[in-house]
């Protein structure tokens, strides 16, 4: 029987803490917005988006909200991202992804001030991270650091699978690892023999975006499993990239999915919001 890491719980502590922390700046005069822009109206973006303005609201932060039509143009976006780069009282920038695809994600990436990439998107932030520089950290690796850690689970010197490379969660999630002293594996579609090589791990990481894909068969006994995958299964449930019921007897922790990675990565998005007001 695994312990349910329970991010809902620890997301909550996490922004309870945070609530405290901005009221002490507010005290020291130090306040400052998040500007969360959308383009266009895909119904996941919404949802993520209102969840972002509602966190901001109950740790006590501005939240500007900028929804734009989908057609609007590369050069109009990338004006609006001008403006608030400018603007003194906004201390975070947030472009919701994905852009519709006449839109080039680098170049409104790029566009954002580094001193304000609060999803640690932007080419220098992700630099900094590979060289254990300061800047800010993309959300959902940093909670899955902050789940681990405050579950009491040891990191330093353990063997780590990383399942899946892409720059918002497996690229980064490795190098955080690496920076808590795990040894570090990442895996990929390529990868041969991946159920052998998940099996080495002490710490498994699975975002591999396919919903129900990682079963027993991946699993050692008494590993760590953290599950970043939300899909709909066929029944239009929740479900993870992970066989919940099939794992959680061989791990000695698992992520739920939902209330388990995905409540962390917005907590974490205010943790930064916060770190760049105090920074000023
Ligand atoms: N789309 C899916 N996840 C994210 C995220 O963490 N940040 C932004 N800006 N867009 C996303």
Redesign the pocket.
């Known amino acids: 029987m695994a312990a349910i890491i329970d991010g809902k719980k620890i997301s909550q502590e996490i922004k309870e803490e945070l609530k405290e922390k901005v009221s002490l700046l507010k005290a020291q005069g130090k306040t400052g917005a998040l500007a969360v822009i959308q383009v266009g109206a895909d119904p996941a973006?919404s949802v993520?988006v209102r969840n972002k303005k509602n966190a901001c609201a109950f740790i006590g932060i501005e939240s500007l909200a900028y929804e734009l039509p989908e057609e609007t143009s590369e050069e109009e976006l990338l004006r609006l991202i001008e403006d608030l780069n400018q603007d003194g009282q906004v201390k975070g920038i947030?472009?919701?992804?994905?852009l519709p695809a006449h839109i080039c994600e680098d170049n409104v990436i790029k566009a954002i001030r580094p001193d304000k990439d609060v999803?640690g998107?932007h080419p220098q932030s992700v630099g900094a991270l590979v060289i254990g520089q300061k800047g800010f950290v993309?959300?959902?690796p940093a909670g899955i650091i902050q789940l681990l850690k405050r579950s009491q689970i040891e990191i330093a010197g353990k063997r780590c699978v990383v399942i899946g490379r892409s720059n918002?969660v497996g690229k980064p999630m490795s190098l955080l690892m690496l920076r808590e002293h795990a040894t570090v594996t990442i895996a990929h579609s390529k990868t041969k023999d991946l159920p052998g090589l998940c099996r080495s791990a002490d710490i498994l990481i699975v975002a591999i975006g396919k919903p129900r894909f990682i079963g027993a068969e991946y699993v050692k006994e008494g590993a760590v499993v953290i599950d970043v995958g939300i899909h709909r299964d066929a029944d239009n449930k929740l479900c993870g990239d992970v066989k919940f019921e099939e794992v959680e007897p061989i791990a000695s922790a698992i992520t739920p999915v939902p209330g388990g990675v995905g409540p962390m990565?917005i907590a974490m998005?205010m943790n930064n919001c916060v770190q760049s007001i105090e920074e000023g």
């Open positions: 973006s993520y947030l472009v919701q992804l994905p999803d998107f993309s959300c959902t918002i990565t998005l």
